[in-house]
Each structure stands twice: as structure tokens, then as C-alpha cells.
Nanobody, 114 residues
Framework: QVQLVESGGGLVQAGGSLRLSCLVS????????MGWYRQGPGNERELVAR???????TYADSVKGRFTISGDNAKKTMYLQMNSLKPEDTAVYYC????????WGQGTQVTVSS
């Protein structure tokens, strides 16, 4: 059974940093096809950063230059380094994997105080 488990969320002041992790189990892991999404209060889920199956990295305009997506195949873990956090980054952050289907984690809450 494929499982994605996010961790690393929390409460941080504006300007601070957090690193989210997404651990994959029950499946072969490749950073290609992985991505981070978020859903803020009253908003729809939106793309934060992803790596296509072909290896192309895409960031939402709102996070370019502040967030970095990466992965460690040996640890079967994807990361999202978030710097210079803003209150508008407050959301539940989800990881997603494309591999013979679409899989989502349960989400981790990120709250940025002003």
C-alpha cells in the first residue's frame, strides 16, 4: 500500500524558514513526478512546486526564489525548503506522487504569523 507522510510543518514568524518532508512507503520512489501543493483557508488546493516525470521543475510565481523542492531517492523522501515565509503562505501543505496513479499525503499545517 502506497503511503505518503508529510512532516515539518508548524508555526513560524514571518521571514522565518521551515523544511517540509514527504516520506514515501510502499512504492518505488523517484523525485520525478513528485510535487507539493497547498490549501489555504477558504481557498482551493494549488500547486506550490513540482518536478515533472521528465524532470522539469515548476514553481508557483508566489514562491519563486523563496522555496526549493528537492529529494533523496535513497531515503525515499521529498523536501520543500521554505525561506522568507509570509503570512500568505499559511496553509495545509500536501505532497503528491504520480506513479501508476495519483497519491496524496494527509497534509501538514504551516502557519506564518505576522
Amino acid at each position: 500500500q502506497v503511503q505518503l507522510v508529510e512532516s515539518g510543518g508548524g508555526l513560524v514568524q514571518a521571514g522565518g524558514s521551515l523544511r517540509l518532508s514527504c516520506l514515501v512507503s510502499g512504492s518505488t520512489f523517484s523525485i520525478n513526478g513528485m510535487g507539493w501543493y497547498r490549501q489555504g483557508p477558504g481557498n482551493e488546493r494549488e500547486l506550490v512546486a513540482r518536478i515533472s516525470l521528465g524532470g522539469t521543475i515548476t514553481y508557483a510565481d508566489s514562491v519563486k526564489g523563496r522555496f526549493t523542492i528537492s529529494g533523496d531517492n535513497a531515503k525515499k523522501t521529498m523536501y520543500l525548503q521554505m525561506n522568507s515565509l509570509k503570512p500568505e503562505d499559511t496553509a495545509v501543505y500536501y505532497c503528491r506522487m504520480l506513479y501508476r496513479g495519483v497519491y496524496w499525503g494527509q497534509g501538514t499545517q504551516v502557519t506564518v504569523s505576522s
